[in-house]
T-cell receptor, first 117, second 115 residues
């Protein structure tokens, strides 16, 4: 139980285009989903926290118009990188919480490698 | 505010020897503490957690960690290291009082186990 998937696993796009990354909780209802960004050999940086049906809460320094987060259902959250540029290239990881009896834990997706040319 | 420190960027150990990956934390209240492992180009895999109860926590793949409140530490240990344990390890903390379960991660420790 507590499986989280991400799609796509890798994406390469041209500068100026937008990219959407999906995060799904496959076997539980995720009341809260988190989006992280990770640079090579560095730690995870929390970008935003989203609760189903409400606006995401962004961390300081994260541009909400650049990184659009939607959490329309209890099993799906999406991160859209708008007008992507090479500096947005990174590894993006989502996590989900809300598994009954283990609501203090986050369950992580496998990550999405974004490369902007 | 909550924070986590992993004082060692890298830990090297010979296969079969015990290993320790260090972690110290700071929270205003009581902590939830976690250890995760990450293999190249993969997401995080859960190893173990401390919520309450026994200070010695046993987790996946033979790992364990000891919660020490007075030293605000949660070091990860394994009695006998395997080459396959080589990976990036993250300690994370959550203040019980925070909303939405926000985790703060340490900077990570690269563990290398030599044959």
């Amino acid at each position: 139980g507590a499986v989280v998937s991400q799609h796509p696993s890798r994406v390469i796009c041209k500068s100026g285009t937008s990219v959407k990354i999906e995060c799904r909780s496959l076997d539980f209802q995720a009341t809260t989903m988190f989006w992280y960004r990770q640079f090579p050999k560095q730690s995870l940086m929390l970008m935003a926290t989203s609760n189903e049906g409400s606006k995401a809460t962004y961390e300081q320094g994260v541009e909400k118009d650049k990184f659009l987060i939607n959490h329309a259902s209890l099993t799906l959250s999406t991160l859209t990188v708008t007008s992507a540029h090479p500096e947005d290239s990174s590894f993006y990881i989502c996590s989900a919480s809300g598994l009954w009896g283990r609501d203090n834990e986050q369950f992580f997706g496998p990550g999405t490698r974004l490369t902007v040319l | 505010a909550q924070s986590v420190a992993q004082p060692e960027d890298q830990v090297n150990v010979a296969e079969g020897n015990p290993l320790t990956v260090k972690c110290t934390y700071s929270v205003s209240g009581n902590p939830y503490l976690f250890w995760y492992v990450q293999y190249p180009n993969r997401g995080l895999q859960f190893l173990l957690k401390y919520i309450t109860g026994d200070n010695l926590v046993k987790g996946s793949y033979g790992f364990e960690a000891e919660f020490n409140k007075s030293q605000t530490s949660f070091h990860l240990k394994k009695p006998s290291a395997l080459v396959s344990d080589s990976a990036l390890y993250f300690c994370a903390v959550r203040d019980i009082g925070t909303s939405y379960g926000k985790l703060t991660f340490g900077q990570g420790t690269i563990l290398t186990v030599h044959p």
